[in-house]
């Protein structure tokens, strides 16, 4: 199982959301570079970036600090947040990012995701991020009908890498994560399904690492990791253990 330390791009920082609100937010390094370099040190194979402002608006805005943690550090890289057209999946690859994260885009198209998948295979995941069960959108601004396993049914078998499924009102309020509705959701499909929101201690980690259904392969971890409630290589030891 896969630990991704998140970093979170609000006007060039990294910051922390309370359960989604772009007005509660909270900073914790002005330069992302180096955020990412000590996720990099601390041994992170891959990082979770969303361009928060990109969500909201529709369309990319922090693209030099991505840009600046691509060209400075080795770890893979995933990003989310107003990616919606092809343009702007491929300008991304050709930055160098190794996947991309499709939110609001695959609830109102999900052919266009099929498409995407299609034009650029094995690097294309689906966020869905939820309140109570059903898929919110537009940076969590809005919340649809739409189940969450639903939605995800609709990318079996299209080629969609992950599904990274993230419960809103756990998300940044260090309440544990909603392993529960993980699982379901996982157990719904075949496609490998990544757990975020709410993760606040190495108990939770443990409790991610200890479930049986075999298509949950990562762990998305923010807050917990800026408020040093438990470091990388504390959490990478418990996930490694798994595997023995």
């Not at 160098?96 to 994260?101: E, F, K, Q, T």
């Not at 392993?179 to 929101?197: C, F, H, Q, R, W």
């Not at 049986?212 to 253990?241: C, D, M, S, W």
Request: charged share 25%.
């Amino acid at each position: 199982m896969d630990l991704l330390p998140a970093i979170d791009l609000k006007d060039g920082c990294c910051v922390r959301l309370k359960q989604g609100i772009m007005e509660d937010s909270d900073t914790f390094n002005d330069n992302p570079c180096n955020q990412a370099k000590f996720f990099e040190q601390e041994g992170a194979k891959w990082i979770h970036i969303v361009d928060l402002n990109g969500a909201f608006a529709g369309n990319p805005i922090n693209i030099d600090a991505v840009k600046s943690i691509r060209h400075n550090v080795n770890t893979k890289i995933e990003l989310g947040g107003g990616i919606r057209s092809l343009e702007n999946i491929e300008n991304w690859l050709n930055i160098g990012v190794d996947r991309i994260i499709l939110g609001t885009i695959a609830l109102k198209n999900p052919d266009f995701v099929k498409m995407a998948c299609d034009k650029f295979p094995n690097k294309i995941a689906v966020g869905i991020d939820c309140k109570d069960g059903y898929v919110a959108v537009e940076g969590w601004a809005e919340t649809s009908t739409v189940k969450d396993v639903e939605l995800a049914k609709k990318f079996e078998n299209c080629g969609v890498s992950a599904i990274i499924y993230t419960d809103i009102s756990r998300d940044g309020v260090l309440r544990g994560a909603n392993i529960e509705a993980t699982e379901n959701l996982a157990k719904s499909i075949t496609t490998p399904v990544i757990i975020s929101g709410g993760i606040s201690s190495l108990s939770d980690i443990a409790l991610c690492a200890k479930t049986n259904v075999q298509n949950i392969t990562g762990i998305i971890t923010g807050r917990a990791l800026y408020e040093h409630k438990f470091t990388i290589p504390e959490a990478l030891e418990i996930l490694n253990r798994k595997k023995l």
